[in-house]
């Protein structure tokens, strides 16, 4: 799809709540038909700041802040449990539209990681017990086996939340909506949490 410019994006377009303004947003990438819209670019940092970033799927939001599921003993679990903040990146080229997100990031509580396990497809439960996530595996057969393996043990019942796996929460303390201009003049406006509950809008230069 080519890209298409949209008008100026003006202050007073803008919700007074940056997740109100989030939702209308991801509700256009949607209806536009993007495939995976809810795909974000998750950054996160070791003790020593040293970087990765990979791409995991949003699978909450609301007044809290943005969630995402993974292995614990992934390498992104064990970058947050020694350094608990991240940035987010959501990226729509066809509507020339990106979300910047940066704040700590704390995890769900039990109940919530056991309701969205319980609503994943069964393989995907049973991946969560098979996988040894980024840890050095011998083969493509091994993991098969595996998998195998757990299939077996669960078979015939439902396959429980392993304590290694559940939610985290990015706790967004900046968000920046960008949009695309004529000329290079991109529109950047950023919401910057200045009380638990209140957030300033400022312009930010392309």
């Given at each position: 799809?080519?890209?298409?410019?949209?008008?100026?994006?003006?202050?007073?377009?803008?919700?007074?709540?940056?997740?109100?303004?989030?939702?209308?947003?991801?509700?256009?990438?949607?209806?536009?038909?993007?495939?995976?819209?809810?795909?974000?670019?998750?950054?996160?940092?070791?003790?020593?700041?040293?970087?990765?970033?990979?791409?995991?799927?949003?699978?909450?939001?609301?007044?809290?802040?943005?969630?995402?599921?993974?292995?614990?003993?992934?390498?992104?679990?064990?970058?947050l449990g020694e350094n608990p903040f991240a940035a987010l990146v959501f990226y729509w080229p066809e509507l020339a539209r990106q979300v910047r997100i940066e704040g700590t990031v704390e995890l769900l509580s039990l109940a919530e990681s056991d309701h969205?396990?319980?609503?994943?497809?069964?393989?995907?439960?049973?991946?969560?017990?098979?996988?040894?996530?980024?840890?050095?595996?011998?083969?493509?057969?091994?993991?098969?086996?595996?998998?195998?393996?757990?299939?077996?043990?669960?078979?015939?019942?439902?396959?429980?939340?392993?304590?290694?796996?559940?939610?985290?929460?990015?706790?967004?303390?900046?968000?920046?909506?960008?949009?695309?201009?004529?000329?290079?003049?991109?529109?950047?406006?950023?919401?910057?949490?200045?009380?638990?509950?209140?957030?300033?809008?400022?312009?930010?230069?392309?």
């Amino acid at each position: 799809m080519t890209e298409q410019l949209s008008s100026p994006l003006h202050r007073q377009r803008l919700d007074a709540d940056p997740f109100q303004q989030f939702r209308r947003w991801l509700t256009d990438a949607e209806q536009a038909g993007i495939e995976l819209a809810n795909a974000m670019t998750l950054a996160t940092a070791d003790r020593d700041g040293k970087p990765a970033a990979r791409i995991v799927l949003l699978r909450g939001l609301d007044e809290r802040g943005f969630a995402f599921f993974s292995n614990y003993h992934s390498r992104k679990g064990q970058q947050l449990g020694e350094n608990p903040f991240a940035a987010l990146v959501f990226y729509w080229p066809e509507l020339a539209r990106q979300v910047r997100i940066e704040g700590t990031v704390e995890l769900l509580s039990l109940a919530e990681s056991d309701h969205y396990f319980a609503s994943r497809p069964r393989g995907h439960q049973l991946e969560a017990h098979a996988s040894a996530q980024s840890q050095v595996i011998a083969s493509r057969q091994y993991l098969e086996q595996e998998f195998s393996i757990v299939e077996q043990q669960f078979a015939g019942r439902d396959v429980p939340r392993p304590q290694h796996w559940g939610g985290y929460r990015v706790v967004p303390q900046i968000l920046e909506f960008w949009q695309q201009g004529a000329h290079r003049l991109h529109d950047r406006l950023r919401y910057r949490r200045f009380k638990p509950n209140g957030w300033v809008i400022e312009r930010l230069a392309p």
